[in-house]
C-alpha cells in the first residue's frame, strides 16, 4: 500500500458532474426563457423550477468538487485541515455510510466512492488501532421500505390500481381531481421506495418487487389518462409532449449515469414511468387548476356514435360551431343520451396554464 490514500468518487460520479457542468447552463438559458417568453404561466413556474434545480445541482457539484479527504502515515486531512488520529471522537459503518467524528461529521456514502480507496483507509485506520463500530441502520424510512413491508404494500396498491382501472373504462370514476389522486399518490410513493433502493444498492428487492412495481407504476396512470380521454376532447398539447420529451431525456442520461439498470427489462419499466407521469401531470394540472381564459360556445350536433368495447363503450358527438368544421367530441354517457343529433349544446373550451385547450360540453 502506498503511504498515502484519497478517498475518490466513482469515475461515473466523476463523468455526471463534468457533464452537468454544461447541461446546468442550459438549464438555466431554458428557465430564463420560459419565464420572460410570453407563454402561458404553467410554463413560468416551470422555469423557475428548472432553474432552482440548476441552482441544487450546481451546490452539490460544489461540495463534490471541494471534498478532499486523504490519508496517510503520520495525519489525515480534510478540505486541506489536518487532524491527528487520536482526535477521531468516533468510527461508524452502517450499511451505506462510514461516519467520522471529530470536531466536526464526515459522512462518506459508500455506493459513491471507489471501493479500492475505502479500503485503503480502512487499511490505515486500522494501523492506527481504529476499526468501524458496526452500526444497523433503524431510520423509519429503512422501516417502511423493507421488503416484507413493500411486498404487501405493493399488493394492495396493484391489486387498487386493477379496480381503478376497471372503473376508469366503466366510467365510474369520472371526476378528474379524484382521478389525479389515485393516479398521483402511489406512484410518487413507490417511486420514492424505487430511487431509496437503488442509490444504496438494494437491486435484489427491486428485482422481486419488479412485477408489482411495474402495476403500481403505469397502471394508475393509464386509468387517469382514460378518465380525461372520456370526459375531455385534449387538443393542442404540442408544446407539453416536447417539455415532457426533455424532462424525459435529462432523466434518462442521469439515471444511465447513476447506474446501468437502464439495460434490463425489469428495471427501464422506471424510464417508461417517467415519461408517463411527467405528460399525465402536465395534463391533469392544465385541466384541473384554474384555466388561463374559458371561451363558450354554441354548436349544432350533426352525429352521434360510440366505440363498443370489451370493457366499457366510448362515447362521441360530432358538433359544428357556426364558421368551424364539424369536431368530434369525447362525452360521458350522461351527456351522449341527453342529447340527440340536431340539437344545440353549449360547449365549454379551457385553456389551461399549460396552453392544452380541453373542451367539454355542458348538459342544459
Known sequence: MEEKCTIQYKKYLQNFIHIFQYINIIFIILGIIAILAPLEWGFKIAG??????????SYLMYKTKSFELSFDQESWSYRNHSYRYDEIKNFIQTDRH???TTDKKIVLDIMNFEVESLSEMLEVLANHNITPEEKENTSALNKLFSYNNMRTIS???????????????KKVSNMLFVAGVLSLIPPIFFAIFYIYRLLRGDLEILD??????????LLPIIAGFIVMYTNFSISNFTLALVVT??????????????????ASPAHRVFIYYVLFFTAFVIFWSNSTLPPDHVIVSKATITNKRY???????????????PGEKVKTYNVSQNIYNHYQKGDTIEIETKVGIFGISSSEIKKS
Open 155 to 169: 399488493l394492495i396498491f396493484a391489486a387498487i390500481d386493477w379496480i381503478y382501472l376497471l372503473f376508469a373504462f
Open 48 to 57: 423557475v423550477l428548472l432553474v432552482v434545480l440548476a441552482g441544487c445541482i
Open 245 to 262: 420529451g426533455v424532462i424525459f431525456i435529462f432523466f434518462m442520461i442521469y439515471y444511465t449515469m447513476l447506474r446501468t439498470l437502464v
Open 208 to 217: 422481486k418487487l419488479s412485477t408489482n412495481l411495474m402495476m403500481v407504476f
Open 98 to 100: 462510514f461516519e467520522i
Open 307 to 321: 366505440m363498443d368495447a370489451s370493457m366499457g363503450k366510448g362515447y362521441q358527438l360530432n358538433a359544428r360551431i
